[in-house]
Structures are given as C-alpha cells and as structure tokens.
C-alpha cells in the first residue's frame, strides 16, 4: 500500500512465555525517515494472560519479526521502538547538569564543571550490590483498552510487567506505554513481597513517559531515590537495569553508548534525542533506568530496533526529555507536550537550487510547507530559506552545531531550547533575496488524524443505524489498512488539519435495521457534508443533527456517496436499534455536552474539502527532512 511504502514498522516487544508473536494489526504503522525494512521495536512490559495478537496483514516476511504484547492502542505495553534519549523533554544544553527531581544517593561531589557526581565508582564487578539498585521497582498494570470498532465498549483486560524508578517526593517514573489504558497499577519493591497500588498522574505520549505515585508510607521506607545524570558522552559505559521476562528478580545489562542523536519515538510518533546503546534491552525493560559508572540515571529504557543488518540496538529516553516532562508537569499541572515550529523543510545541497533562491552562502533550509494550524502560518512562507533559529545557523543539510564535534537534526534546537507552548522563536529567514527575522509562538502539532484518544475513549454518534466516529490511527490499526481504502488511507497519513478541532468523520458500519434497508454494506467512508452543511467534527455533525428540522436526513460521503434517511422513522427506530446490538446510548458522553463552534463563521473552512490536497509521500522518504 502507499501508505506502507513510505513508512517503516515500529513493533512492540511483548511475550506470553517466550513466544514471539508479530505485530497486530491494530498496531500503528508510523511514516517515518527510515528505510521499511527497518523495524523499531518498543520493548514492552512481559504481557500475562494475553490474546495473541493476529499476524498483521501488511507484514513482509522479510521484515525483522516483531515480539508483540498486547497492544495498548497499538502500542506496546513495556517498551517501545526508538526510546527518548537526551533531550527532547524539556532538555537543557548539551553538556550542562539536568534538572533533577529527586536527592542524590550517595556521597555526592561537584566535579571542574560543577555537575553532581558520586564520591566512589561503581566497579562493574560489584554493580548488582549497589544500593540505589533499590530505587528500581516491578510495574504490574491491567489494561483495559477501548474497542474502537465498538467504541460504546472495551476489550477483554489483561496484565502485563514493566519496571518504573523512584525520583522523590512519593512518585516513580515509568514508560508511558507501560501503564496505557491501564485500569490498576500496582509496584513492587526489590526483595519485597508486597505490591502497592500506584496512581498514575501524568502521561507523556510524544516522549513515553508517565509519573506516577505511591501512597503508602509503607512503601518508601528506607527508599534511596535517584539522581539524574547529564547528557553522556559516545563510548560511555552505560548499564540497564530492570525486570524483564525470564524472572522476578532485578536484571543488570550492561554496554555503551553508541550514539546520540534525533530519533523517531515509536509509542507517540514523535522525533525527540535519543541515546542509542548496544546493552540488551528486553521485555519487561521498558521503564527502567539506565546508570553510568557513577551511579547517576542517564535516561530511561524504552524500546530497540530490529533489522536484517542491524544487532544490539536499543534506545534510553535522555534526562534532559525527562526533565522537560518533570518541569511539565510541575508548571501546569499535566503534560501539555513538546512545541514545533510546523513546518516542513527541504536540504539546500544543490548549489544551483541556493542560486536560484538567492542564498549567498552553505546554509538554510527551504521552507516547503507550513501548517495551517501553527502559528508559522503568519510569518513563513513557502520558498522562505530558515537560515538561523534563535541565533543559532542552520547547515544546507538541516542540521546545527551539537556539543563540541558534532551536528544534529535542525529540529533539536526546538525541544532543547524551547520547552512549552508560547514560548517564542526568533528566525532568520531569507525571502527573495532579503534577509530578515520574524518571530513564532511555538506550539504542540495538531494532528488531523490523532495518534492517541483524549480520555482513552473514542466518539460515537448512531443515527438510523449510521455508526459515526472520528478516524484515528488506533482505529486504521485495529481494523487493518486494506478496509480503508487507498484514497481515504492517504488523506489520513498526509492530510494536514485546516484548523483547530479538526477531525475526519467516518461512517464505520451500519447497523442493519429496516429504516437503513440499502445501505447496510456502507462502510469507511468519510462523511463531508450533511444537510448540505460541511462536517468540521463530530460534535459538530451531532448538533446538526440534533438541531435540523426537516424532513429528510441527507449524509454526503467521500466519492458522492449519498444516504437519505426520513428524520421521524430514525427517531422511531433508534431504542430498537440500540437494544438489538446491545449499545447503551446512542452517542458517547462527550457529545452530551453543549457544541461550542472554536472556528467562528469562516465560510473558507466550511467551503473547503479536508484533506483534497494531502502531502505527497515524497515528503517523508528516507533522505527528506521531516516536520518540525
């Protein structure tokens, strides 16, 4: 499919035992910038008592196997492919001390550069017998995912292990995979027989991480939280530690740091720095710290990468993204996620292409798209060349100077050095041949298609029988691509969102009754207009409906599909309908609440087709630069 032809597999590790199982269906497949027989992995929590997940449709045999648990929403419940490393959370510059929010353990001094470090080394021979190995605890989460095919109701629960880490001040950090959809979480201390019950109170998606706290005082006696490390250097030593599959007891794997750079994050779609190690990183992982030889936490373990060409490549989320999440949450009480400037930008390599757009030297990259959404929209162009962000130059290859050697994706400077929606940027742009500066407000991306739920449970409206919801990634993923369509598949992989509450209605099935008689096979199809009235969102076809008054009901679908139905033999037949298939409520709780209409009368939003002129997929090839 087009779709699976510009995008590369990013599977869950999970096990039942120490089965392999490949990846659901229901597992999203991510557009990505690496090659598609390339596959990352999120190393999930050890699944107990799961279903095992039926082979995906749109698996290739020579595609790395892919170990599922089973799918929170398509991801993995303990580890996910690609794990945030070094600094997309609220990252500090490279090379100074991270934000920490925990007391240190141990004797701690300040080294030349002022950093905390501990007193005496942890010899690698003696690592299992460090104390603050305690700080490190077994996560055990039932999960109860929403049925997205049935959104008035969820799937069969069932359990799964990961592991979490102390910090301080009662809380634990954990992968946010790992406690998705989760109806009861409960933790266990090292050489402790007790699990408590643990709340999660924040969940980060982009960077994979979630906060959680234990009440009991019971718990933390004699607790030892840790410290969180800087950035680490290439060739580090580095040792994870966790609970993985093969036991109950603590599991120590010890590597090196590989490389340090920008890296796709698997469980929230997101790009963000990511330290990459060779140490193993297992089911059951996923959570858990990972230390340098001075006992400090430099990141959190969170997924792999499994290839045909590739060993021993697993991913640590940095302190620095970790940070950001912790410095979050504390400022606004939840995790609002990382800003983007939305744009999508191209190399400026070809010297006759730097010619063309009047760039007189090797640097900037070429603005090719700006999302509507985004508040760049008001001060970039397409053609605009982005030669500096914050006075920071920006390389022809879309990369800027990282550390004292090195480079890194352009997209960096905006998660280190701008940590929250509103923060502003300044940008050096030149347009026609004039250098100038203009300001952005950097906010989170809007998507058109959501990656996540909001609230963890889909929106329905039924009407005559018609099942409406939004179309979302967990959806396409659970009902495999090929029921969808090409047309309506690639709108939803490169359409951009018009405006904010953006969503793309669908006709998910209809259920037969004899006031739809005709139109029981309609299925996935995308609902543009109803009454003559274009559908900006759900909440927004369920007022029209609720407030029309005629006689007739007329839904317009995608390809000139029409449904007509009589108002007063809808009305009638609804109670039957619902008691029939077993279905409480003929919409879900949120369209209860009274429609608010956030776009204003814009007759230009109205007017248009979402989606009609979707990004190309060249866009997203291997070699292209991404959105940032």
């Known amino acids: 499919m087009a779709a699976a032809a510009v995008a590369c597999w990013f599977s869950a590790i999970t096990s039942t035992g120490t089965s392999l199982y490949s990846l659901s269906s229901t597992q999203r497949l991510f557009a990505t910038s690496h090659r598609p027989n390339h596959r990352l992995f999120v190393t999930k929590a050890s699944n107990q008592k799961k279903k095992t997940p039926p082979p995906s449709p749109r698996k290739s045999s020579k595609e790395t196997e892919r170990i599922s648990q089973k799918k929170s929403t398509r991801r993995s419940k303990d580890e996910r492919p690609y794990a945030t490393a070094d600094g997309n959370r609220g990252r500090s510059k490279a090379g100074q001390p991270q934000s920490t ?106 960077c ?92 959190v373990a969170f997924q792999v990468y499994r290839s045909e060409d590739a060993e021993n490549i697993g991913y640590v989320i940095p302190t620095t993204v970790v940070s950001h999440f912790l410095d979050d949450y504390k400022k606004n009480g939840k995790y609002s996620g990382f ?58 290859e879309g990369t800027v100077p990282f550390r004292s050697t090195e480079r890194i994706a352009f997209r960096y400077l905006i998660s280190q050095k701008f940590r929250f929606a509103g923060d502003v940027a300044e940008l050096g742009i030149i347009r026609g041949g004039a250098l100038m500066k203009v300001q952005a407000v950097l906010n989170p991306r809007v998507h058109l298609v959501p990656y996540h739920i909001e609230g963890d449970q889909p929106s329905y409206l039924i009407v005559a029988g018609l099942v409406f919801t939004p179309l979302s990634d967990p959806l396409i993923e659970e009902e495999s691509e090929e029921s969808f ?11 951009l969102a018009t405006f904010k509450g953006e969503q793309m209605v669908i006709l998910s099935q209809v259920l037969a009754d004899e006031v739809n008689i005709g139109y029981e096979a309609m299925e996935y199809l995308q609902v543009l207009k109803f009454n003559g009235t274009r559908i900006k969102n759900i909440h927004h076809l369920a007022h029209l409906v609720d407030s029309f008054e005629g006689d007739y009901l007329v839904f317009e679908f995608e ?55 979707p990004a190309s997929t060249s866009e997203f090839v291997f070699d292209a630069l991404v959105w940032t």
């Open 339 to 396: 800003p983007c400037l939305g744009v999508l930008l191209q190399k400026l390599e070809n010297p006759a292409l730097r010619t063309f757009l009047k760039v007189p030297s090797n640097e900037g990259v070429l603005v090719r798209k700006v999302e509507p959404t985004s508040d760049a929209i008001n001060v970039l162009k397409e053609g605009d060349v982005i030669v500096s962000f914050d006075g920071v130059n920006v390389g022809c």
């Open 559 to 613: 390809d000139n599909y029409l449904s007509i139905i009589e108002r007063k033999a809808s009305a009638a037949a609804l109670s039957g309908i619902l008691k029939a298939n077993g279905i409480p409520s003929e919409r879900s709780s949120d369209l209860l609440e009274p429609y608010v209409d956030t776009t204003g009368d814009n007759q230009a939003i109205d007017n248009q087709d979402s989606g009609d002129s």
């Open 208 to 299: 994979d991480i979630a906060l959680l706290s234990v009440e009991s005082e019971e718990f933390w006696k004699g607790a030892e939280s840790l410290q969180l490390g800087h950035l680490p250097r290439l060739q580090d030593a580095v040792t994870v530690v966790g609970y993985p599959l093969g036991g109950d007891t603590i599991s120590v794997t010890k590597g090196v740091v590989s490389r340090i750079e920008v890296t796709s994050y698997a469980h929230g779609s997101s790009e963000l720095l990511g330290i990459q190690i060779d140490a193993a990183i297992n089911p059951g992982n996923s959570g858990g710290p990972a230390f340098n030889d001075q006992g400090e936490c430099i990141g």
């Open 101 to 206: 929010t925990s007391k240190s353990f141990g004797a701690r001094r300040k080294d030349a550069k002022g950093f905390l470090v501990n007193d005496q080394q942890v010899e690698t021979g003696n690592f299992q017998d460090a104390t603050f190995l305690n700080a490190v605890v077994k996560v055990y989460c039932t999960h109860t995912e929403p049925d997205y095919s049935l959104p008035w109701q969820k799937q069969r629960q069932y359990a799964s292990t990961g592991s979490a880490f102390m910090i301080g001040e009662g809380r634990l950090l954990t992968n946010a995979h790992c406690v998705e959809h989760g109806t009861q979480v409960k933790v266990k201390r090292r050489g402790d027989d007790t699990k408590y019950v643990a709340k999660v109170l924040a969940r980060g998606v982009e």
């Open 485 to 495: 369509g090409l047309k309506l598949l690639a709108k939803a992989r490169y359409s």
